[in-house]
């Protein structure tokens, strides 16, 4: 297709190549970069480097039209653009099998994204076309939006500011179609998830989330609609202009499901997104805990517990790692708590955490599903679109290091053009004066220098023992980088900065190629570290979401790691370092992105603006460079291979050096001396210009080339086609040829056979009627032959035939004659057998006759016999009954009746034996008597043995036992029948020392008072003689006294000896009242007779009986049982009278007094 545009020569505004303008000064570059922009020529070259100006609006230059008309031409040949570059990196990719990459620089909001894009798009059209190849294009575009949701925001520079750095290679194979990609990010800022400076915004996918999804997402997401809702979210600027957030959500969802992402993920990544919303509305309030810390305790539960559901964590795990943090030494695990400043600490350090994670999963998601199939050797074409260089008005650890990467590329442009070019001169030993250019390596060797650069302290100070806070680090700096040209710091040794006020004390400032860039040391050391407490990781850990349980590997409890992680610095470093050996193996393309305004408008060119990135880009250097030196230069050989045809001496072959080639063409095309130079192993070619007019000389002779080989090839084919046609038609005629001779042959063939056949039919006629008649003779002969033979024959037959006839008559003779004699013979043996016969049947008739008698008489003779037995033993019988009648009378009866008496006791006394009861006194088992007449016996017997097995059990008392027992029996005589409660007192042991008065230490003093012995000790009820109602005591019973104390005190209230006792009264009820009847007159009866009640009532009375019956005196405690007594209070005499009351609750005895004279005792009747 035949496309008309302007060359890059022809009637360009201003010039296309800055190489070309004249005069060279500053100010014309920027008047040249002016006016191009004024006439929305965006792109200018230096050389191969394309300057873009950022338009801020649409611009119509990138049509598919536009894609064909770059298409495969020459650099230089068309207005610049950005395809151009493009073009030419896929093409030398595609041709000359060299690695491409395309370093994007510039500010943030320069364009480097956009043309990171309008490169992509561009190789996306013009290389191969497929399904297959259409789909990674698809993919490998459709990861632009994804990662702008998830890795953009708006900055004050930059609307749709990248927030991390990317850099993707395009694979591809040796037809130039691509096969997939991998990208790789950097540092995404992270701190942004939980703050955004003023008039900036969080991540997009936040604000395109909560517009874009619909109701019943938001719903599942546990989210709402409002922004405002939500912490992390910036309120002021939460719309921007152009920007549908709405719109680019279904976008971004179309973009993630063409590049691969399963629905289960997409869900699980919005899940994670709405966690970290919800993350930031968790607040903490303090709590005060008694050692005088204050804990911090989430305020709110209810976002902790939305948050938990989303992500399937437990929500008391999270809610603990956020009021205590772990911390594992060796063996040692303690457990601190966090204040609430902490706790919102942990919160950030978490979302932050969540969010970067997430961020590189999805990267690594997509390069999962762009990665290339094929495992053969690949050509790859790297973008790099990295962040700009950044200077705020308060610049953090994030800009350090977007800056330091900026230094890095710088340092690898300068390597590349400035230096490279000056080298490569030097190396050719092309004449050169130097050109002077500012190397920024020593900035790059401040901030990355193992031993004293910046990050290397930042490091030491994070890994360093001790309190380390960024005012350390500062020091630390102050007196490492003192010295250095490029660090600045108010309180560092060197003192031109001691007075200087525009550097506060908390901040450093470097000297960066583009500019200096003042820097507040607050959170380095926290942002390097990127410290998250394991608590927290171990919490998400055993979340049950499966993304998540990735995300956080180290908090698998299996896989404890003490090992501090590497710091961010350190990891930045690393990959930078990574990058930029990536891109020095690979053929450099610069785009060097210029931002024309700051108010991110058109038509605006701010000239102060410009001309400062100007100067830091080092534009002009590269300029002129460019023009001191050579635009274009090559090696002899392919140089003289490309351009040999434009000279007869070299063409078609040039047999000697291919630098002498060379010269020989320059010199045939009278190119003028000073537009090109020799170098040792390439030519150098000053201007563009004679670059031109080769390729067009070029283009010309390889049209004439064209024509003469289509001559030469035309011609070829025209005799070629006539050697054809006339080999042909030898060919024709010689087959005719062959064919007619064929015919006439034939015909001749068939003729002769004809006359052959006659002949020979003739002639085998002959032969045949000659061998017809020798056949017949012979016939003839034979049959007479054969009639003369039988007749011999058949004489010799008739003549055998009669012999034979002979030999058989004898022989049948012969067989009659013995015939008869055989029958004769046999006659005579069955007479003989027969006669045989009939002497054994009458021998055995008599035999059995004989046989027969015999047996009858045998049987008669042993009739006989028995009956002579049986008759004898009759006899015998008779004689032995008669002798022995008179004994049998005399004896045999009563032998025979002791005899069976003695077996039946026997089997008695042995039958008891067996079944005798146990040895228990009390058990009333007895076996049944067998025989009335053993009825005495029997009860004799088991009233033996009951007072054997009670002897046995008395037998096994001790002195104690017999003692208690003496007592119970005590009891029994004196309350058995007679008192009610008397049956339930039988099973219970007596005790006696209920209080173990002697042991309890409470009642040492009390036991200390009491010289003897104590045989009961037991809290009784005193009755108040006024009221009936009751008092603790304890009463104390020894040999000689009874004493009443204080139940709390222990304090004796009354003692009473034994003698005084006249008696002791008690009802017949069920209740535990007594009353001690005193002597009257005695010392202890001042304050009269005492009534009591006690739970072990039998006991006490008994115990009392027993001691008054063994006293010295023999005198008798009378016990008196009855239901109505009087009793001696002082003066008055009461009577104490018990009646039954009805049951009730608690079986409670109530006492009451009725009047002066009487005490009535109400016991409820006993069930
Ligand atoms: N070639 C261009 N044509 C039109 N607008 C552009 C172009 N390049 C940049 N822009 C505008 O500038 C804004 C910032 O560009 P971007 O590439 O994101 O900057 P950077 O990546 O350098 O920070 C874009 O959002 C777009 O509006
Ligand atoms: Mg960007």
Same mark, same amino acid.
């Given at each position: ?17 800055? $190489? ?130 998830? @890795? ?110 399963? %629905? ?123 962040? @700009? ?130 820097? +507040? ?64 193996? &690979? ?67 040039? *047999? ?22 020799? @170098? ?5 070619? *000053? ?54 001779? %064929? &015919? ?15 002949? +020979? ?99 008669? %003779?042993?009739?006989? &016999? ?22 049998? *009378? ?101 005790? =006696? ?19 003897? &012995? ?119 005499? $009461? ?10 609750? =608690? ?21």
């Amino acid at each position: 297709m035949e496309v008309k545009t302007k060359s890059l020569l022809d009637n360009m505004i201003g010039v296309g190549d800055m $190489v070309l303008l004249e005069p060279l000064s500053e100010d014309s570059f920027i008047e040249n970069l002016r006016k191009r922009f004024d006439h929305n020529e965006i792109y200018t070259y230096i050389g191969s480097v394309v300057i873009s100006m950022n338009p801020y609006k649409s611009m119509l230059i990138y049509s598919p039209e536009k894609v064909e008309e770059y298409r495969n031409r020459n650099f230089y040949e068309l207005s610049p653009h950005i395809y151009a570059l493009a073009d030419e990196a896929y093409r030398s990719l595609r041709d000359q099998d060299k690695d491409q990459c395309i370093l994007i620089t510039g500010e943030s909001g320069a364009g480097k994204t956009e043309a990171s894009k309008l490169v992509m798009s561009y190789v996306a059209a013009v290389c191969g076309k497929g399904q297959e190849v259409n789909k990674v294009k698809e993919q490998l575009l459709q990861s632009n939006p994804v990662l702008e949701a998830f @890795g953009n925001a708006k900055t004050v520079r930059n609307d749709n500011s990248s927030r991390f750095g990317k850099y993707m290679d395009i694979e591809f194979d040796f037809k130039g179609d691509p096969l997939g990609g991998v990208i790789s990010n950097y540092l995404l800022e992270k701190s942004r998830v939980v703050k955004q400076p003023r008039g900036e915004r969080n991540f997009h996918i936040f604000y395109q989330l909560l517009s874009g999804a619909s109701d019943d997402t938001l719903k599942k997401l546990k989210l709402e609609r409002d922004f405002s809702k939500y912490n992390y979210l910036s309120l002021d600027s939460a719309v921007v202009n152009g920007l549908d957030d709405a719109t680019s959500f279904r976008t971004v969802r179309n973009a993630m499901q063409i590049v691969g992402f399963m %629905e289960d993920e997409v869900q699980s990544v919005l899940e994670l997104v709405a966690a970290v919303l919800k993350l930031g509305n968790i607040e903490f309030k303090p709590e005060s805990r008694c050692n005088g810390t204050d804990e911090s305790r989430v305020k709110d539960k209810n976002d902790l517990k939305e948050m938990c559901e989303l992500l399937g964590i437990e929500q008391s795990v999270l809610e603990r790692a956020f009021s205590y943090r772990t911390v594992e030494a060796k063996l040692e695990k303690v457990s601190t708590t966090l204040n609430v400043a902490q706790a919102y600490y942990a919160r950030d350090a978490l979302a932050k955490n969540l969010y970067s994670r997430l961020f590189s999963w999805i990267v690594t998601r997509i390069n999962e599903s762009i990665k290339a199939q094929a495992k053969t050797r690949h050509k790859v074409m790297g973008v790099l679109d990295i962040y @700009g260089f950044e200077i705020f008005d308060d610049n953090s650890f994030e800009q350090f290091i977007i800056n330091y990467c900026n230094e890095k590329l710088q340092q690898i442009f300068i390597e590349l053009t400035l230096r490279e070019e000056q080298e490569e001169y030097i190396r050719e030993g092309i004449e050169w004066t130097n050109i002077e250019y500012f190397n920024n390596a020593i900035i790059c060797d401040l901030i990355e220098n193992h031993q004293n650069g910046i990050l290397a302290m930042l490091d030491e100070e994070c890994l360093r023992p001790g309190t380390v806070t960024d005012e350390t680090f500062l020091d630390k700096l102050n007196t490492v980088c003192a010295e250095h040209q490029h660090f600045e710091s108010r309180s560092s040794k060197n003192s031109k900065f001691l007075t200087d006020h525009s550097l506060p004390h908390s901040c450093f400032r470097i000297q960066h190629y583009a500019g200096k860039v003042l820097y +507040r040391v607050e959170g380095f050391v926290d942002k390097n570290n990127d410290l998250l407490y394991r608590d927290l990781s171990q919490a998400m850990y055993k979340a049950n979401h499966s993304l998540i349980k990735h995300l956080f590997p180290e908090g698998n409890p299996a896989k404890v790691n003490l090992k501090r992680p590497p710091t961010a610095g350190f990891q930045f470093k690393a990959s930078v370092g990574t990058l930029m050996r990536n891109l020095q193996t &690979k053929n450099p393309n610069y785009i060097r992105c210029i931002k024309p305004n700051d108010k991110k408008a058109p038509h605006i060119f701010t000239e102060s603006l410009v001309c400062h990135q100007v100067r830091y880009l080092g534009l002009m250097e590269n300029v002129r460079v460019r023009r001191a030196g050579y635009a274009f230069r090559q090696a002899y050989e392919p140089c003289l291979e490309r351009y040999k045809m434009l000279c007869k001496r070299t063409w078609p072959h040039w *047999r000697g050096p291919a630098r002498e080639g060379v010269e020989m063409l320059m010199a045939d095309l009278q190119v003028p001396a000073e537009e090109f130079s020799y @170098g040792r192993s390439k030519i150098f070619i *000053r201007n563009p210009r004679t670059l031109f007019f080769l390729e067009e000389r070029r283009r010309q002779c390889l049209q004439d080339l064209a024509t003469l080989i289509q001559k030469i090839y035309r011609g070829w084919k025209c005799r070629t086609h006539f050697l054809l046609l006339k080999k042909s038609q030898i060919v024709v005629a010689a087959w005719y040829r062959r064919y007619a001779q %064929e &015919k006439k042959y034939l015909k001749i063939k068939r003729a002769t056979t004809v006359v052959q056949s006659y002949t +020979r039919g003739w002639q085998a006629r002959k032969l045949l009627r000659e061998l017809k008649h020798q056949k017949r003779c012979k016939e003839a002969v034979t049959t007479i032959a054969a009639y003369w033979h039988g007749t011999q024959a058949r004489m010799e037959l008739r003549r055998l035939k009669q012999e034979v006839l002979n030999k058989h008559a004898v022989t049948v003779i012969w067989a009659y004659w013995q015939g008869t004699k055989a029958r004769r013979e046999l006659r005579q043996l069955k007479e003989a057998a027969r006669n045989k016969h009939a002497v054994s049947v009458i021998w055995a008739g008599w035999q059995g006759t004989k046989a027969r008698r015999e047996l009858r008489r045998l049987k008669e %003779e042993a009739r006989r &016999k028995h009956a002579v037995a049986v008759i004898w033993a009759y006899w015998k019988g008779l004689k032995v009954r008669r002798e022995y009648r008179k004994f049998f *009378r005399a004896n045999a009866g009563k032998k025979i009746y002791n005899f069976t008496i003695q077996r039946i006791m026997q089997k008695y006394f042995l039958g008891l034996k067996s079944t005798l009861p146990s040895m228990s006194p009390i058990d009333k088992n007895w076996p049944v008597r067998p025989y009335i007449f053993l009825d005495g016996v029997h009860t004799e017997l088991r009233r033996i043995f009951h007072l054997w097995r009670c002897k046995k059990y008395r037998s096994r008392f001790t002195e104690e036992k017999k003692a208690v027992y003496e007592e119970k029996l005590e009891a029994s005589e004196l309350f058995k029948d007679k008192k009610a409660l008397y049956p339930s007192s039988v099973s219970q042991p007596f005790k =006696g020392d209920y209080l173990e008065i002697s042991k309890n230490p409470k009642y040492q003093k009390l036991n200390s008072s009491v010289d003897e &012995k104590v045989l009961l000790a037991d809290v009784v009820n005193k009755i108040n003689r006024a009221n009936g109602k009751g008092a603790t005591r304890i009463l104390l019973l020894t040999k000689k006294n009874v004493v009443l104390a204080d139940q709390k005190t222990g304090q004796v209230k009354a003692s009473v000896a034994l003698p005084d006792l006249t008696s002791v009264s008690v009802s017949t009820q069920n209740d535990g009242f007594f009353a001690l009847r005193l002597k009257e007159g005695s010392a202890s009866a001042v304050k009269g007779d005492f009534l009591l009640s006690s739970e072990h009532l039998i006991e006490t009375i008994t115990k009392l009986h027993h001691i008054g019956s063994a006293g010295s005196d023999g005198e008798q405690l009378n016990v008196d049982i009855a239901d109505e007594f009087l009793v001696q209070f002082k003066q008055d005499k $009461v009577c104490v009278k018990f009646i039954q009351g009805a049951p009730k609750n =608690g079986n409670g005895v109530s006492c009451k007094r009725k009047n002066n004279r009487l005490l009535e005792v109400s016991v409820p009747a006993s069930a």
